[in-house]
């Protein structure tokens, strides 16, 4: 089955073609970073703009580098959820466009599914059950995969996700948006015992994050001592980094083990950052738990992982209706 794949949730406008969930023929992204990066931080209004220009020549490249055309699609996947809502619905209706205009049919699925199903692209991928770390601009959750299209929330963060906290740092900091490459690229090379940061909700079993409070100590800081340049940068850069890092790789892993759960998956933008992925196989290794990395690339926004999703949902049973809308909230 080949499974045309659109992603528009936020400011990626992407489109794939995937076969039988496993393999990606094509994988092409329109990213929107220029656009935005004046203004610190995604502008809905002029992100669902730019979809509307960038959506019909991007499913035109994905299905040529697939070395296909739509007669050859026997699924499309949108994304309908969460996200921006203009954004969804640029996705939406070119799905159901083409759908109507081929006959093929169209199913709606969950971003945050696809991004815990993007490790299926991988040769060698988890099955079920498995942990999965969703952790990006807009989520930072803890979900048991218990089966596809069964997905167990337990744990999430109460307040900032851990990417919009390097977004805010990275603002306060005066580095280019969005701030995670920068700040890991400083962390490399910086002290991550320079600044002792807080860890929020230490509570051993508690498996929420928070990371607000994170925030307002770096803020804290560099009202006392200035922003740094040099050295005093990169250490306060790793110090940051180590605190998002620490936490979060310690309640997933602590998690994995409570719940006797031997697989755990990072996803998500945060998932590419260096550190993050160094401390996780670090702890999970001492606690006999396997760690999948997908490489970067499968990490932001794609329209791989919404084709696997799509494949998935459709082979459990999902069905396209009349009723196909977008929830801009939508959790799995």
Not at 208 to 233: C, I, M, N, Y
Not at 270 to 279: E, I, K, Q
Request: aromatic share 4%; hydrophobic share 45%.
């Amino acid at each position: 089955m080949r499974v045309l794949g659109l992603e528009t949730s936020c400011d990626e406008t992407a489109a794939a073609v995937v076969e039988d969930g496993r393999r990606a023929l094509s994988d092409v992204v329109s990213t929107q970073v220029d656009i935005h990066r004046r203004w610190g931080g995604v502008v809905p209004e002029l992100a669902s703009r730019n979809h509307v220009v960038q959506v019909l020549p991007v499913v035109d490249e994905a299905l040529q580098r697939a070395g296909v055309t739509l007669d050859d699609v026997d699924l499309i996947a949108v994304t309908a959820g969460p996200g921006l809502l203009g954004a969804l619905l640029v996705g939406l209706q070119t799905a159901r466009a083409l759908g109507a205009a081929t006959d093929i049919p169209v199913v709606g699925v969950n971003h945050l599914e696809g991004h815990l199903l993007a490790i299926r692209l991988l040769e060698e991928a988890p099955e079920p059950p498995f942990l999965g770390l969703v952790v990006s601009g807009g989520h930072t959750s803890l979900y048991l995969v218990e089966a596809f299209g069964q997905y167990r929330r337990v744990g999430s963060t109460r307040d900032d996700a851990a990417g919009e906290a390097y977004d805010k740092v990275g603002r306060l900091l005066g580095l280019p948006y969005p701030a995670g490459a920068p700040i890991d690229v400083l962390a490399q090379r910086g002290n991550p015992r320079a600044i002792r940061f807080p860890r929020a909700m230490n509570a051993p079993d508690a498996v929420d994050w928070s990371f607000s409070g994170l925030k307002t100590a770096v803020r804290s800081h560099l009202q006392k001592h200035g922003v740094p340049e040099g050295q005093a940068l990169a250490d306060l850069c790793a110090s940051f980094q180590e605190a998002v890092a620490d936490t979060l790789s310690a309640k997933a892993v602590a998690a994995a083990r409570r719940l006797g759960v031997p697989q755990l998956v990072l996803c998500g933008g945060v998932a590419a950052n260096t550190r993050l992925r160094a401390l996780t196989t670090e702890r999970a290794a001492e606690r006999d738990i396997r760690v999948f990395l997908p490489p970067p690339r499968l990490c932001t926004d794609n329209g791989a992982m919404i084709g696997v999703a799509g494949y998935e949902a459709f082979r459990r049973g999902q069905r396209p209706g009349a009723g196909l809308s977008v929830d801009a909230a939508w959790r799995p």
